[in-house]
T-cell receptor
Framework: GQSLEQPSEVTAVEGAIVQINCTYQTSGFYGLSWYQQHDGGAPTFLSY????GLEETGRFSSFLSRSDSYGYLLLQELQMKDSASYFC?????????????FGKGTHLIIQP | DGGITQSPKYLFRKEGQNVTLSCEQNLNHDAMYWYRQDPGQGLRLIYY???????QKGDIAEGYSVSREKKESFPLTVTSAQKNPTAFYLCASSRGPGLRDQPQHFGDGTRLSIL
């Protein structure tokens, strides 16, 4: 089966930079996605990496190293509204549009 | 605005009762999904459907059933065989097969509790 490991909780200060790590085990690799979920809300898509390297989207960046089965989400200029849970995910069985296997999520706490 | 609508927002089930959760999308997406989320946990895939009249089991399909008679709709039935149904249920959709980089769009979820 597939599995993803990420820290359960990370604490950071408003205005700072924080990195949320994710390591994965899959039978084949078809990309790593990141989602954000505020308490009680719907997950929203943040980024997708299929190739090694850094993808930047505004204050958020995502990095992938396929040789290390590792990725991370980098959040810069932290704002209080970034307090949420962040999930890494991989395709369920490798095919397109076949669902996702999620990590258990990292709860990001931002202090003023 | 296009989106995914889940109803009801809260649902209570009695012992031995089947309940159906509604999921409707107007994004013209081919693929739809159902996930279950327990407190402090990640999402787990229940069922997914890549096209109309076709669906596949995910990791935790036992005790659940689905149908996909229309592109816009993907209802989930929680049967009495599901012994621990209390959870937050999320429906999602994406453009379709062969598109691994397509994001999934989620509804606001249904919270199911046992009376």
């Amino acid at each position: 089966g597939q599995s993803l490991e990420q820290p359960s909780e990370v604490t950071a200060v408003e205005g700072a930079i924080v990195q949320i790590n994710c390591t994965y085990q899959t039978s084949g690799f078809y990309g790593l996605s990141w989602y954000q979920q505020h308490d009680g809300g719907a997950p929203t898509f943040l980024s997708y990496n299929a190739l090694d390297g850094l993808e930047e989207t505004g204050r958020f960046s995502s990095f992938l190293s396929r040789s290390d089965s590792y990725g991370y989400l980098l959040l810069q200029e932290l704002q209080m509204k970034d307090s949420a849970s962040y999930f890494c995910a991989v395709p369920y069985s490798g095919g397109g549009a076949d669902g996702l296997t999620f990590g258990k999520g990292t709860h990001l706490i931002i202090q003023p | 605005d296009g989106g995914i609508t889940q109803s009801p927002k809260y649902l209570f089930r009695k012992e031995g009762q089947n309940v159906t959760l509604s999921c409707e999308q107007n994004l013209n997406h081919d693929a739809m999904y159902w996930y279950r989320q327990d407190p402090g946990q990640g999402l787990r895939l229940i069922y997914y459907s890549q096209i109309v009249n076709d669906f596949q089991k995910g990791d935790i399909a036992e005790g659940y059933s689905v149908s996909r008679e229309k592109k816009e709709s993907f209802p989930l039935t929680v049967t009495s065989a599901q012994k621990n149904p209390t959870a937050f249920y999320l429906c999602a959709s994406s453009r379709g097969p062969g598109l691994r980089d397509q994001p999934q769009h989620f509804g606001d979820g249904t919270r199911l509790s046992i009376l």
